[in-house]
């Protein structure tokens, strides 16, 4: 089973700044299969990120995905007031298809 | 509009069943695997099962595994879940989603409870 460890597992910061959020595999993952999601409370999640780097649709620019192998970063450039929320990274290239812990972004 | 619709959920006693549905409407859902995806209240996601297109080939999560079974009726764009043997650690929001995870239903909520 593919181990995914998010960093850090809360980040306080305030609108205008940039977030970084890491997550990192135990083995490597095929970036194809790397993706990254949005959770408010009491929704679904929302897929922010597909293939690593790829913005799904409708998703804004200041969001960015990257990396390969077993380090993978994403990257909100400018926070605005509705980014503050839980995200996750998954892999569903080698099954079982496991999720990170999760990253809290709260304001500061 | 592409969406996904969950149904089924409850408060269920310790070792007992409930099927899950999951009705498929705004895409050709016979293209594309389908996955359940649970959370349990205040923690994070956790993927249970995934099944091919065609019904051919079914993936579980170890904790599922023997319990839990996936399946589909594509002339009826449905999924289900079917769960036996129910615990109280499957107390969760079980989500379906799509083959690439970008189309998720509401979720539907199971509470297993004596």
């Known amino acids: 089973e593919i181990v995914l460890t998010q960093s850090p597992g809360t980040l306080s910061l305030s609108p205008g700044e940039r977030a970084t959020l890491s997550c990192r595999a135990s083995?490597?993952?095929?970036?194809?299969?790397l993706v990254w999601y949005q959770q408010k409370p009491g929704q679904a999640p929302r897929l922010l990120i597909y293939?690593?780097?790829s913005r799904a649709t409708g998703i804004p620019d200041r969001f960015s995905g990257s990396g390969s192998g077993t380090d993978f970063t994403l990257t909100i450039s400018r926070l605005e007031p509705e980014d503050f929320a839980v995200y996750y990274c998954q892999q569903y290239g080698s099954s079982p298809y496991t999720f990170g812990q999760g990253t809290k972004l709260e304001i500061k | 509009q592409v969406q996904l619709v969950e149904s089924g959920g409850g408060v269920v006693q310790p070792g007992r069943s409930l099927r899950l549905s999951c009705a498929a409407s705004g895409f050709t859902f016979s293209n594309y695997a389908m996955h359940w995806v649970r959370q349990a209240p205040g923690k994070g996601l956790e993927w249970v099962a995934v099944?091919?297109?065609?019904?051919?080939?079914?993936y579980y999560a170890d904790s599922v595994k023997g319990r839990f079974t996936i399946s589909r009726d594509n002339s009826k764009n449905t999924l289900y879940l079917q769960m036996n043997s129910l615990r109280a650690e499957d107390t969760a929001m079980y989500f379906c989603?799509?083959?690439?995870?970008?189309?998720w239903g509401q979720g539907t909520m199971v509470t297993v409870s004596s």
């Open positions: 989603a799509n083959e690439h995870f970008d189309i």
């Open positions: 293939g690593a780097s």
């Open positions: 099944i091919w297109n065609d019904g051919s080939t079914k």
């Open positions: 083995q490597s993952v095929s970036s194809s299969y």
